[in-house]
């Protein structure tokens, strides 16, 4: 009988493929918030009471992490987040681009095979994703093990799930729900209908967004009404009310809708028993407001220090509520963002006195590139555009007029130089190369391109120059440290309380994950896992 049982354990080994022997967390929470700048942790770690202070506290703090690509946006952060791929071999380049072949506009998630489910969603599914996924390394070695994701966005929950995990939900802000398509499954899930029916906003969404805490609190930080902040109905300042029919809508651009995720994610743990079997089972939680908010009021508002504060305080309380149902010991918990964000121009030209300013390519960018390509026209003796949208060029129409492809780059690019906000033009030929030929941040959008999905060049703001063309709120997209700098946390069993000063990319934490789960990696892996986690 001993023989047997050994000899069957053996098997279980083999069969799992787990790399070594020895104790594994039962479950694995991956956070990504969404546009999280790593410096929220210093900024307003006075007011943290909850999450976020327990974890700086007793878990590990890489202070200098970087996404180490560009661009710096949502599909790219979370398809490397879940892949520990960049962009240039996980093919999500952008959150949008232009296929050569149809000659349409993609949506890195798009699927108009995936069908809706229980006639909620569809339309989505992880189909560009090119490569596996933490998930996915996990579900080839151990198939009872659950991986599931949610986020308010469809392509955060997707990206960072992988090709094939058990389920992906995000929120439909139309309907109010969370739903998912039939690309993962066909039938909802009890838990999932229950908690639609039971109408979360309507329940636990107030009439308005006030300041959780007293005034005094937030002038610490400046003030509440910011040049270049987004209005919510008429105003820029508290409180923020919801109007009866656009709750759905608004509740993204608040802290609470984070904390629905927070509940349907601690839904999922209960209902489907994550971390309550013999196998270890991956939650993935990408929480989107802290992107919503950022967007609107800058990363320096009273808006965004008060979603700390509530993000905090729903993230300490998931945490205690999950271990309760896992046990304390159990769980390994890792927090990171997809991109961060440049602050607002006016706040920064205004209030802190340095450089910085709003280029609205609607009246300073797309004019002048208008004017080039004219110029180019003339000069090439042709009716056709030389400068295509979606910053493609005409190639042939030059060629016929005796231009060669360098020629006309270089041409290009001497023009688009002059044009004010424009740092640096990188065409097709540097991205693919893989040599940074000792130019600025060229590395950075060399990892972030995969030419079959890509333009024929991209440009490189100057930096402090937010190109836009809307005249409030902020965005992202550069390689600059500002849009670049992101958390990297690890908290629970086995993690040591520390704060480690070297550099690390978000490429680095799937394969850490995966190494103290003991499962191997693909090839197509470029992070490296972090020695200060793995043991």
Not at 36 to 55: D, P
Not at 192 to 215: C, G, Q
Not at 510 to 524: D, E, M, N, Q, R
Request: aromatic share 10%; glycine share 8%.
């Amino acid at each position: 009988m001993k023989r047997t049982i050994a000899f069957v354990s053996i098997l279980f080994i083999l069969s799992t493929g787990f790399l070594e022997s020895g104790q594994r967390p039962k479950l694995v929470i991956f956070f990504s918030i969404d546009q999280m700048k790593a410096e929220y942790l210093e900024w307003y770690k006075a007011e943290f009471t909850g999450g976020f202070k327990r974890i700086l506290a007793e878990g590990t703090q890489y202070t200098n992490a970087d996404l180490n690509y560009a661009p710096s946006e949502t599909g790219p952060g979370h398809a490397t987040l879940g892949t520990g791929s960049y962009p240039m071999h996980s093919g999500i380049t952008s959150n949008d681009w232009f296929d050569r072949k149809t000659l349409k506009q993609v949506y890195c998630v798009e699927d108009t095979t995936a069908e809706k489910a229980e006639a909620e969603g569809g339309g989505v599914s992880s189909k560009n994703l090119m490569v596996p996924a933490l998930g996915d390394w996990l579900k080839r070695v151990s198939p009872a093990s659950k991986v599931i994701a949610a986020s308010i966005k469809d392509r955060a929950a997707i990206l960072m799930a992988g090709q094939k995990p058990d389920c992906v939900f995000w929120y439909d802000r139309k309907l109010g729900h969370m739903v998912t398509s039939e690309f993962y499954v066909k039938e909802v899930p009890a838990w999932v209908r229950s908690f639609n029916a039971n109408d979360w906003i309507a329940r636990h969404l107030p009439s308005a967004w006030t300041k959780a805490m007293p005034e005094s609190v937030y002038a610490k930080y400046g003030p509440d009404e910011i040049e270049g902040e987004m209005k919510w109905g008429g105003s820029t300042s508290f409180p923020h009310a919801f109007p009866a029919d656009k709750r759905n809508e608004q509740i993204v651009t608040s802290p609470f809708g984070d904390v629905m995720i927070l509940d349907f994610a601690l839904e999922a743990v209960k209902s489907e028993k994550l971390g309550q079997q013999d196998v270890p089972d991956v939650l993935l939680v990408s929480l989107s407001c802290t992107d919503y908010i950022g967007h609107a009021f800058g990363g320096n508002s009273h808006e965004m220090v008060d979603q700390m504060i509530r993000l905090d305080r729903a993230l300490g309380d998931f945490i205690a509520n999950v271990e309760k149902l896992v046990g304390p010991g159990n769980i390994l918990l890792s927090l990171s963002a997809d991109h961060a964000a440049m602050p607002l121009p006016e706040y920064r030209r205004n209030v802190q006195h340095k450089d910085a300013r709003r280029v609205l390519t609607t009246a300073e960018i797309n004019p002048r590139i208008q004017a080039l390509d004219s110029v180019l026209q003339g000069e090439f003796k042709t009716t056709d555009h030389i400068i295509q949208s979606d910053a493609f060029l005409n190639y042939a129409a030059a060629a016929a007029s005796g231009i060669d492809s360098t020629s006309l780059e270089r041409r290009v690019k001497d023009g688009l130089l002059k044009i004010n906000g424009i740092a640096d033009v990188y065409f097709c030929r540097d991205l693919a190369d893989g040599n940074p030929q000792f130019r600025p941040y060229l590395g950075y959008y060399q990892r972030g391109y995969y030419p079959p999905r890509g333009r024929d060049f991209i440009i490189r703001p100057c930096e402090y120059c937010l190109l836009t063309t809307s005249s409030t709120g902020t965005t992202h997209g550069t390689p600059y440290r500002y849009d670049t700098h992101v958390p990297i946390l690890f908290w629970g069993m086995g993690v040591k309380a520390q704060q480690v000063a070297r550099v690390v990319h978000t490429v680095d934490i799937a394969p850490t994950i995966a190494k103290v789960l003991g499962i191997s990696t693909p090839a197509t892996v470029d992070g490296k896992s972090l020695k200060e986690i793995v043991k």
